[in-house]
């Protein structure tokens, strides 16, 4: 009785281990190790400018015209920053975007020091760093394949995704620390010093990307769409990342009055809150990705991590108490990396080499993009019904969409990822063709 759980702890030991497998490659260990300074600095400049705006205007909707102007080029500009990165060499790309937001940071950080800063620059620099965003989000996801090879496609993305976590809890951190003892304007100079990390990794690595051929027009996004319509799974990814990132994210923006009315805190509870979030995100990214990616099902995985995010933001919503408030923000965060990890990699390794940046953005436009409409609803709805209740209707919202997607699609529930990819990559990279629900055979 006793030699199933004494082989289960090495097996999942050694899955554990298994993901961490990409760092072999000497290209992608060299630039993700850049891509891990360069998230702290960003995240030390999000949550400074974020300090400067609120120090400005105190105005809760000068915040949220500033979430909205560095996310709604994403929508816009989505089907030209998707052919342009799978059209275009992705490292020099990067390369550009990366400069860019580098001499913007640098430039915000002259406004601030020199004490000339107003909002209206604030509103300008961050409409610019999301245009540079819409280039370089899915230029990035596409770019890690290029480095890691698609055989290892998906644990690479669990690394990067990681990245994204660690740095989302490091930053903010390091941004309270040196906005109180010696200004904000070290935060935006340490961002820009940042970006040297990840540039000078850019200018070292070498990267195998399969270009689209043809010209850099709206025609190649047009072919990404209409992969889009004609593979059901890959629709359902996007919609359960949509519901994810719709009700989930926009969630956060209403934190701080959770912490202030329903908990009775100040920043240090909001500072509690957001850092339990990360910290859940993380342990999902190390412990909980690993282990569904060995599950068969994986519709029903990626449907029911969002049925229980929601579930817990429904519970988070029930807690006037800050442990039990924390915990549960905690529990439900757990689960919010898996469909995003998984949408992102399994729609790389399904779609053909010289498609997969167009449909990283496809997604990032639906998915990320609509985040200002999210956010503007979510406001509305704890202004009028109160925060805790915005927060239990989006959790509400979340597990009933999800859980309704499952319903209306019996096929999705018994989908297996593994099965569809296997053997196909290199099938495609001969052939140029892509299996649709392992059925129908396109020519691309």
């Known amino acids: ?94 390369i550009v975007s990366q400069t860019s937001a580098m001499v913007l940071a640098i430039t915000l950080a002259l406004l601030v020091q020199t004490g000339v800063i107003q909002v209206w620059h604030v509103y300008v620099l961050a409409t610019l760093l999301g245009i540079v965003t819409a280039l370089d989000m ?90 889009i319509r004609q593979n059901p799974r890959a629709q359902d990814l996007i919609v359960f990342t949509v519901i994810v990132t719709f009700f989930g994210i926009s969630v956060m923006n209403i934190l701080p009055a959770v912490a202030s009315q329903a908990l009775h805190g100040s920043a240090d509870v909001l500072g509690l809150l957001m850092g339990a979030s990360g910290a859940g995100a993380l342990t999902g990214v190390l412990l909980v990705v690993p282990a569904v990616q060995q599950v068969r099902r994986t519709g029903l995985v990626v449907g029911a991590a969002a049925i229980w995010t929601g579930l817990w933001l429904v519970v988070f919503s029930a807690s006037t108490r800050l442990p039990f408030s924390a915990l549960a923000i905690f529990v439900g965060s757990m689960a919010f990396p898996v469909v995003l990890t998984t949408t992102m990699s399994t729609l790389q390794i399904m779609a053909p080499p010289d498609m997969r940046a167009r449909l990283m953005s496809a997604l990032l436009m639906v998915s990320f993009g609509a985040q200002p409409l999210a956010a503007l609803m979510v406001g509305y ?58 059925a129908q055979t396109v020519e691309v």
Request: proline share 3%.
């Open 381 to 438: 709805s704890a202004q009028v019904l109160g925060a805790l209740s915005a927060v239990r209707a989006n959790g509400l919202l979340m597990a009933a969409g999800a859980a309704a997607l499952l319903a209306l699609r019996p096929a999705l529930r018994s989908w297996e990822v593994h099965s569809e990819t296997h053997g196909e990559v290199e099938h495609r990279q001969d052939t140029r063709e892509f299996q649709l629900d392992g």
């Open 1 to 94: 009785m006793n030699a199933r759980p004494e082989g289960a702890m090495p097996k999942i030991a050694t899955r554990f281990l298994d993901s961490f497998l990409p760092l072999r490659n000497w290209n992608l260990r060299v630039y993700l190790s850049g891509q891990a300074i360069s998230l702290i600095g960003t995240w030390m400049q999000v949550t400074a400018q974020a300090w400067v705006v609120w120090s400005l205007t105190h105005s809760t909707a000068a915040l949220g015209v500033v979430a909205m102007l560095g996310t709604l080029p994403i929508l816009l500009l989505g089907p030209w920053t998707g052919v342009w990165a799978d059209t275009l060499d992705r490292r020099r790309l990067l």
């Open 138 to 227: 899915p230029t990035q996801q596409a770019f890690i394949g290029d480095l890691s090879g698609m055989e290892q496609l998906r644990q690479a993305v669990v690394i990067n995704n990681m990245l994204f976590q660690v740095s989302r809890m490091i930053g903010p951190a390091l941004a309270g620390l040196v906005v109180a003892r010696l200004g904000a304007a070290l935060a935006f100079w340490l961002n820009g010093a940042s970006f040297l990390a990840v540039i000078a990794s850019l200018i070292i690595v070498r990267a195998a990307q399969v270009r689209r051929t043809g010209a850099a027009d709206l025609s190649g996004f047009s072919e990404a769409v209409q992969f």
